[in-house]
């Protein structure tokens, strides 16, 4: 790592943390204006998710054509997506094509963590340092460092002591990892467990899976690109994006539901679900009513429905009914979708081990003890999830010459304003962060939507001859305040999702997304900013100053 602590301190307009899909179409973005900008990026490579997360079966859950940029149409039209769902590596593949296409390289600073952040208010200026003593100092700062960026590893006893390789899913090695042969423990079954877990056990001598909390899952029925879809699709590419704008989750292509799940009769009901699960696609899946994720009894019908489907696949019905989750309603954590996930139980080859009713007690030298069992293994795969949506800002010493503390400020759980910004944060703009309907949606589309916003603002001011913008109180406490009435009004806090950040022993219980819908909250955005920015206030810093 380079010691910069010599060299003079580099001056820029924005400084951008991150250099994943947000953070280099805020490079793109801002150079537009004129802007000097610069990318500070951990890893060794750009692409953010796609970059570290490389574990077997890695792939995008929402369908490539969709998974993509749209601001340039003549990338959407250049870019050939091989399969319905692009995979870890094409999808790396593409974003180092943007990074180049774009020619966004030569403001990435790749191998370089931003440890803090500090806003000194007299100066109107933030000073970001890096774990090599940089130091950066700009105008405004884009925190664009991901949502699920901080890879957890749970605190086990005796994890220090085994003797055998541990991987976990967001800090894959680049070089991949053979486990022919080896009898292997994966522990947690989110998106990342069920989509690693078909391949693993087709290499692994055995293959243990540790399962605390059954998850819902639908098959992906991924193939090779259709060359008539794709035709398609690309020859109405511009009007395809302008509607899916208008969907909740930011993705088009699938009709808009018109009836609630309960007002239809169960054999018309079980038709209309059939028919989603074959066509394959979660969305469209929790599309098929308008009352899924709002009414508990409606959400039944579908969610049972799905577990009879696991029911007639796994053929041990034991194993089958601790596969069928019972404890929240499809959809409320995210929806996975799989290859052969549930089919990969009928493999001699595979057990799956409950350790709700059994919890992990320690790992151990040579493998992993539950209260009642010791298993033997060779290597251990923790898909166990990240600190999400805060984690990565929480790493950060974010702070103000006000002796305002982001840590201090979120203690209780994240406040925001439109997930967008922070009061007593001045000039600090956050990329689908908590409060924004980012993660619950096609994410591409919330970044351009955020950035897009975030270039409008810094444009206004710089035409305004302003240069500091910030939330008041309590336009942040009025958004916190819907973003849990929405929240309330859903289905989402029946379920212990790191959405709620339940995940994480400790962290306070609050429901981060804003699950109002992609569409309104883009009309709630254009609205504030088409008021003049009504809820931030807008100043000039010297005369705020004097
Ligand atoms: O993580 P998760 P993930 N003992 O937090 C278990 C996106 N993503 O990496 O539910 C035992 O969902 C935990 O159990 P429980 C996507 O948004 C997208 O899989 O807490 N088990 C759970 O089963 C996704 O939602 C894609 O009881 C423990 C698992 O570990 C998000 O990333 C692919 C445990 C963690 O599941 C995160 O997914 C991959 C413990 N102490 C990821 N601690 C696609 O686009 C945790 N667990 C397809």
């Known amino acids: 790592m380079p010691d910069a602590s010599h060299t003079a301190p580099r001056q820029l307009d924005v400084a951008i943390v991150g250099g994943g899909l947000a953070g280099l179409y805020a490079i793109h973005r801002l150079r537009g204006l004129g802007l000097k900008v610069r990318a500070y990026e951990a890893g060794s490579g750009v692409g953010g998710t796609w970059f570290w997360n490389r574990y077997p079966g890695a792939r995008c859950d929402v369908e490539s054509l969709e998974y993509s940029y749209s601001f340039s149409n003549e990338l959407q039209q250049d870019w050939k997506w091989p399969e319905r769902y692009g995979t870890q590596p094409e999808i790396l593949r593409y974003i180092n094509h943007v990074a180049d ?9 790749l191998n ?3 440890v803090s952040a500090h806003f000194d208010g007299k100066a109107n200026e933030w000073t970001l340092r890096t774990d090599s003593g940089e130091e950066i100092h700009a105008r405004y700062c884009v925190m664009a460092a991901g949502n699920l960026s901080t890879p957890r590893v749970p605190d086990f006893k005796g994890i220090r002591n085994f003797k055998g390789k541990w991987y976990h899913s967001g800090l894959w090695p680049h070089e991949g990892v ?5 009898r292997v423990g994966v522990i947690g079954t989110g998106s990342s467990g069920v989509q690693m877990i078909p391949i693993i056990a087709q290499q692994a001598k055995h293959l243990h899976v540790f399962q605390r909390t059954a998850n819902f899952s639908l098959p992906a029925r991924n193939g090779p690109m259709e060359p008539e879809r794709e035709r398609r699709h690309k020859a109405e590419y511009p009007a395809r994006r302008a509607a899916a704008a208008e969907t909740p989750f930011a993705i088009g292509g699938y009709a808009k539901p018109t009836k609630k799940a309960i007002e239809v009769a169960t054999e018309e009901r079980n038709k209309a679900y059939e028919a989603k699960w074959q066509e394959g696609g979660s969305i469209s899946y929790l599309y098929a009513y308008t009352d899924l994720l709002v009414n508990k009894e409606s959400n039944d019908t579908a969610s049972e429905f799905v577990r009879n489907k696991i029911r007639a696949t796994v053929k041990d019905p034991k194993t089958a009914e601790l596969l069928a989750p019972k404890d929240h309603p499809i959809g409320t954590k995210r929806l996975c979708l799989d290859t052969n996930y549930y ?9 799956l081990v409950d350790v709700r009713s059994d919890p992990i007690a320690e790992i151990t030298e040579t493998g992993l003890r539950t209260g009642k069992q010791q298993y033997e293994l060779d290597a251990l795969v ?7 949506m805060t984690g990565a800002l929480r790493e950060i010493d974010v702070r103000t010459s006000d002796g305002a503390m982001l840590r201090d400020h979120w203690e209780g759980g994240p406040l925001t304003y439109l997930g967008l910004m922070v009061s007593g944060f001045p000039n600090m703009f956050v990329v689908t962060g908590p409060g924004s309907p980012g993660v619950k949606t096609q994410m591409i589309a919330s970044i351009e939507q955020h ?3 975030i270039a409008d603002a810094l444009d206004h001011l710089g035409k305004h001859q302003l240069d500091r913008i910030e939330p008041t109180p309590k336009a942040e406490m009025d958004w916190v305040h ?5 929240a309330d009004s859903t289905l989402y806090p029946l379920a212990n999702s790191w959405y709620m950040g339940a995940n994480i022993p400790g962290k306070p219980r609050v429901f981060m997304p804003y699950v109002g819908g992609f569409d309104r909250y883009k009309k709630r955005c254009d609205e504030v900013a088409a008021r003049g920015y009504e809820g931030f206030t807008l100043s000039r810093h010297d005369v705020v100053a004097a």
Do not use: K, M, S
């Not at 053979?178 to 080896?182: L, M, N, Q, S, Y």
């Not at 089919?343 to 057990?351: A, G, K, L, M």
């Not at 923790?382 to 999400?388: I, L």
């Open 112 to 114: 370089t963590r931003i």
């Open 101 to 109: 296409r774009f020619d966004l390289r030569r403001d990435v600073q």
């Open 343 to 351: 089919e990969t139980y009928n493999r001699p080859n595979v057990t």
């Open 178 to 182: 053979d486990f022919t042969g080896r």
């Open 482 to 486: 819907h973003v849990n009435a929405v």
């Open 382 to 388: 923790f898909a166990t999830g990240f600190d999400a």
């Open 451 to 453: 950035v897009d916003w």
